[in-house]
């Protein structure tokens, strides 16, 4: 089985949670691209790769990863796994315009609010909570863990004190990311 790993807003393939996923399931075993900071051309990769790779059994997504994992999990019938989810990026991300940073290489990149508009036409509504597991932890300092909570009523959920928006101890959860995917 193969897993697709997506980073959030401003992060890369070369983020500390890509780096623990590929170690666990092998590098051979996880495709982790550095997306653009342009939704539509992010969607645009993660379809490719998706369409171009067919054995993927499960997705893994991260902030603004994680929303794009509900709308591709929707659209290819895959399980994801959601740390920390965006839920409203088109209203967290606002805060980007005109100028987001990339947290990578510190460099800047231009933002635009059209770019909000996409991700709205993106968003699932009722997403069928059996494809998910959501890990959430409520010291998360960047997005509110209720928003997830809300989405995914009754939804297979760990949600745990403390913690931060990268999740802290993620590595911990990987056998249960696995026995999740192979469930």
Same mark, same amino acid.
């Given at each position: 089985?193969?897993?697709? +790993?997506?980073?959030?807003?401003?992060? *890369?393939?070369?983020?500390?949670?890509?780096?623990?996923?590929?170690?666990?399931?092998?590098?051979? #075993?996880?495709?982790?691209? *550095?997306?653009?900071?342009? &939704?539509? /051309?992010?969607?645009?990769?993660?379809?490719?790769?998706?369409?171009?790779?067919?054995?993927?059994? =499960?997705?893994?997504?991260? *902030?603004?990863?994680? +929303?794009?994992?509900?709308?591709?999990?929707? @659209?290819?019938?895959?399980?994801?796994?959601?740390? #920390?989810?965006?839920?409203?990026?088109?209203?967290?991300? !606002?805060?980007? $315009? &005109?100028?987001?940073?990339? +947290?990578?290489?510190?460099?800047?990149?231009?933002?635009?609010?059209?770019?909000?508009?996409?991700?709205?036409?993106?968003?699932?509504?009722?997403?069928? $909570?059996?494809?998910?597991?959501?890990? /959430?932890? @409520?010291?998360?300092?960047?997005?509110? +863990? !209720?928003?997830?909570?809300?989405?995914?009523?009754? =939804? #297979?959920?760990?949600?745990?004190?403390?913690?931060?928006?990268?999740?802290?101890?993620?590595? *911990? @959860? /990987? &056998?249960?990311?696995?026995?999740?995917?192979? =469930?």
């Amino acid at each position: 089985m193969k897993i697709l +790993y997506i980073h959030g807003f401003g992060s *890369s393939s070369f983020g500390s949670k890509s780096k623990v996923v590929k170690n666990y399931f092998g590098s051979s #075993n996880v495709f982790s691209p *550095s997306l653009s900071y342009v &939704p539509h /051309l992010a969607i645009d990769t993660l379809e490719q790769v998706i369409e171009f790779c067919p054995n993927i059994g =499960g997705i893994i997504g991260s *902030s603004l990863g994680g +929303y794009y994992a509900i709308y591709l999990s929707h @659209k290819f019938n895959i399980k994801s796994v959601l740390i #920390n989810p965006a839920i409203r990026p088109y209203d967290i991300l !606002r805060r980007a $315009i &005109p100028k987001g940073i990339n +947290y990578y290489d510190n460099s800047f990149f231009e933002f635009k609010t059209q770019y909000l508009d996409f991700l709205k036409e993106i968003e699932i509504h009722n997403p069928d $909570i059996s494809k998910f597991l959501i890990l /959430l932890q @409520k010291g998360d300092e960047v997005l509110d +863990y !209720r928003e997830a909570l809300e989405k995914f009523p009754n =939804g #297979n959920i760990l949600l745990e004190e403390g913690g931060n928006h990268s999740f802290e101890n993620f590595e *911990s @959860k /990987l &056998p249960t990311i696995r026995s999740f995917f192979n =469930g």
